[in-house]
């Protein structure tokens, strides 16, 4: 409801205060490996509390209530597809750490699980970009406004095609640093882990761009479970064979192949649509200004790690400074997201004035 009328501001503050409640709460009560039970509860606070607010809140929008004058047949048929795609990603996705506990052990599987967390984030933030467009983007679809729609889509590739690539390439790089800070030397043996499956962040967006912001307002989800079926049996396949051998790391490699494989079958199955919009010169632009930016974090990365020894200073100059080079790079080049985020920066600035 709230993603249909694009109020963001209300679920993001909400989303934001419930997640610094339930740090706290971590800190204050979870002190022994006894209080997981206490861990548990607070996890789900996290998760599931703030929505109790939602539904009060939702009255501002529309009077809930119960009814029996629903169109089922209209409705049931594309929500059981979704709903099946769902199932067949959620079965894949959890059956890397259970195929890994079950041919080789629970320490492989604590390794890897640290490596997923970290991917886990990254993904997270970079897919919130592409959720508050999905309502524009079917809105568009449905009233046929192909222009309008095109030019949104090519808005969106164009936007997180230049956030994905540093941010996969800018993992990789300090990869051991945030495995370090947000694990320990213990989970060192997860860096490699971290460096494979940093990959999928890149296709797994794009996956998601095709699927939920074409095919679905394209009403062509039968297409999409079909993709999601083939890439779970795929990873499944995959993990099997490449576990005995490379244990996590086969495991996150399993799941590249398997992020790259949806993404080329849901982009060949909206080919028709995107075309138009993969092949604009702008786009193709924007690939390779973000290419060569990524070269300069490249670079960046590697004087950092040379000229601090601080393992805090290290990271955070890291960041810094890449931000720095990479927002140049693409200033020099002449990249129009480049000069449309600086232009949204200098009228915040001037407002705040």
């Known amino acids: 409801m709230y993603t249909i009328y694009e109020d963001y501001t209300y679920i993001t503050v909400r989303s934001i205060v419930f997640k610094v409640m339930s740090i706290i709460l971590l800190f204050i009560l979870v002190k022994r490996p006894e209080d997981y039970l206490i861990y548990a509860a607070i996890t789900v606070f996290s998760a599931v509390g703030s929505n109790l607010l939602n539904f009060i809140h939702v009255r501002s929008f529309v009077h809930v209530k119960l009814t029996t004058k629903t169109n089922w047949k209209h409705h049931l048929k594309p929500v059981l597809v979704i709903f099946a795609s769902a199932v067949a990603v959620t079965i894949y996705v959890a059956s890397d750490t259970t195929i890994l506990g079950l041919l080789k052990s629970d320490y492989a599987v604590g390794i890897y699980s640290t490596s997923v967390k970290i991917y886990q984030v990254a993904q997270n933030l970079l897919s919130a970009l592409l959720t508050v467009t999905i309502p524009r983007l079917a809105f568009l679809w449905g009233q046929k406004r192909i222009d309008e729609y095109n030019q949104v889509l090519s808005k969106v590739i164009s936007s997180l095609g230049i956030l994905v690539l540093p941010a996969a390439v800018g993992l990789i790089m300090l990869s051991r640093e945030v495995v370090l800070i947000i694990a320990s030397e213990k989970y060192l043996p997860s860096v490699n882990s971290l460096c494979i499956i940093a990959w999928a962040i890149i296709f797994s967006i794009f ?44 495991t996150s490699l399993s799941t590249v192949v398997a992020e790259f494989t949806v993404m ?53 100059s890291s960041v810094i400074l890449s931000v720095i080079m990479y927002g140049a790079i693409l200033v020099l080049l002449g990249n129009k997201n480049a000069y449309s985020l600086l232009d949204r920066a200098k009228m915040i600035w001037k407002s705040r004035q």
């Open 264 to 316: 080329v079958m849901n982009g060949y199955s909206c080919w028709d649509i995107i075309k138009p919009v993969i092949l604009k010169k702008d786009t193709l632009k924007n690939l390779l200004d973000s290419i060569i930016g990524c070269i300069g974090i490249v670079i960046v990365c590697l004087l950092c790690n040379l000229g601090f020894s601080s393992l805090i200073l290290k990271t955070i």
């Open 207 to 250: 996956s998601w761009i095709f699927s939920d912001c074409v095919l679905i307002p394209a009403k062509r989800e039968n297409l999409v479970l079909r993709n999601t079926i083939v890439t779970a049996v795929e990873n499944i396949v995959l993990n099997f064979i490449l576990i005995p051998f490379m244990s996590y790391d086969g």
